[in-house]
């Protein structure tokens, strides 16, 4: 579920210093909430996990939807 953005002194689990904004993000998870500060931070990008919750769920191999229809 996306969620308001925050940032953090801390990084919680991250590896770089990013910005947050899905709350199924386990990173974003990782900061406890007194220390999360709203809003974007313009020298951050936003945390690539939580990008990636945002795409469509892959769709399977067409040979497996085949196998799935017998």
């Known amino acids: 579920m996306r969620i308001s953005p925050f940032h953090s ?3 919680g ?9 899905h709350d199924d993000c386990p990173v974003a998870r ?3 909430p007194p220390d999360r500060v ?6 951050r990008k936003r945390c690539p996990y939580c ?6 769920p892959p769709r399977p191999p ?3 939807v085949s196998l799935r229809r017998r």
């Open 9 to 11: 002194p801390l990084r």
């Open 13 to 21: 689990i991250a590896l770089e210093e990013v910005w947050h904004d």
């Open 30 to 32: 990782s900061i406890a």
């Open 38 to 43: 709203p809003g974007i931070a313009p020298s």
């Open 51 to 56: 990008a990636l919750l945002d795409q469509p």
């Open 62 to 64: 067409q040979h497996l």
